[in-house]
């Protein structure tokens, strides 16, 4: 375990709202360093000063929590890239990249693995012996360098996310598990989301609830309702896309000709700081518990979050000062604050 802090997560959440922050594979691919399409961490072994910069970034605007940078860092898609043969090494480096960062601040270290697309629920029981063994290795390997709870995310499969979760109990860490949300209601293998996380509740999760997919319109309805119907601690992290009504995904969203906008066409539908900040203070009267942010998420939006949670945050030091402008002045900002107000409504 990280010697790194004597507050694990547990003991943060009993005590309030922990802000996390996500987002890094889509982040690192706008900077040139991930390629879009297989989405693999390659960046993690070939530009690990990038890696360590961007979680610098999120420390500093207000992120209590380094990821380990293991999104697709599973067998099945290095394979796609040719990178399999990396794959001990890119997980165990990922890792002290997120602790060598977190040292810079009282930060934790999450370890993370995900939806692995070899989960069939049709096969259940071949495709779980595949998933259990790709999670079984991660975590050994994020284990012996050091994390203080796992994050199972991106979850399309209940049968899959409570293979997880009972890899990370085995392990007696703490066990954050969230669920995708591409379906309309419901998990790939039938389940309600609500009822996905009353079941992972029950199994011993701490912390369970949403992440990725869905923007704020869309995500904390049912985050509302997961929250009155379980005990544990929620977290919800959307992505910072105007998802809506119609198109209620990000992979859902449509530009004006008709074509699909995920993932290279997103830029015109991204929300502005204003609409990310009013989502945290949403959310946090609503009893979510870990507040964070998905793909797409950038530090500026996590400072937007943090400030709008009531933190003065490192990078707080450069936070907008309208007033100082020369030709906008503060009339600007008091447009900005009526803006926040409204979308609050």
């Known amino acids: 375990m990280s010697n790194r802090t004597t507050r694990g997560i547990l003991e943060r959440l009993k005590n309030g709202v922990v802000q996390g922050a996500e987002g890094y594979v889509f982040e690192l691919e706008r900077r040139g360093y991930i390629k879009a399409g297989p989405y693999v961490p390659e960046v993690v072994l070939d530009f690990p000063e990038a890696v360590k910069e961007l979680h610098r970034e999120f420390l500093r605007a207000g992120s209590e929590v380094m990821v380990a940078l293991t999104y697709y860092a599973h067998r099945e898609k290095l394979k796609d890239v040719g990178r399999e043969n990396d794959l001990e090494l890119m997980n165990r480096q990922a890792v002290r990249l997120a602790n060598e960062v977190a040292r810079e601040g009282d930060a934790l270290v999450a370890g993370n693995i995900c939806n692995t697309w070899a989960y069939d629920p049709h096969n259940a029981q071949e495709s779980s012996r595949v998933v259990r063994a790709m ?198 900002e008091e447009k900005h604050k009526g803006f926040l107000a409204d979308w609050k409504s």
């Not at 890899?167 to 379906?183: E, F, R, W």
């Not at 989301?193 to 992440?211: F, M, Q």
């Not at 998802?243 to 066409?265: C, D, K, M």
């Open 135 to 332: 999670y079984e290795e991660q975590l050994r390997w994020a284990v012996e360098e050091g994390i203080d709870f796992v994050i199972s995310e991106t979850n399309d499969y209940l049968g899959e996310a409570l293979i997880a979760l009972e890899v990370i109990k085995q392990l007696k860490l703490p066990a954050m598990v969230t669920l995708a949300s591409v379906q309309q209601s419901q998990t790939r293998d039938g389940y309600d989301y609500v009822e996905a996380c009353r079941i992972l509740a029950d199994h011993g999760a701490d912390i369970v609830g949403l992440n990725c997919d869905r923007g704020p319109e869309t995500m904390l309805p049912i985050i509302e309702n997961i929250r009155s119907a379980v005990s544990c601690y929620v977290a919800a992290q959307p992505v910072p896309y105007k998802t809506n009504a119609q198109y209620p995904t990000f992979e859902s969203l449509r530009t004006n000709n008709g074509e699909q906008a995920f993932p290279l066409l997103l830029e015109p539908f991204l929300c502005n700081r204003f609409e990310m900040a009013a989502f945290a203070q949403k959310a946090q009267a609503m009893g979510v518990n870990y507040v964070g942010i998905c793909c797409g998420g950038a530090p500026h939006y996590v400072r937007a979050m943090a400030e709008a949670l009531g933190r003065t945050v490192p990078a707080s030091k450069y936070s907008p000062a309208m007033e100082l402008h020369p030709v906008l002045g503060s009339d600007v």
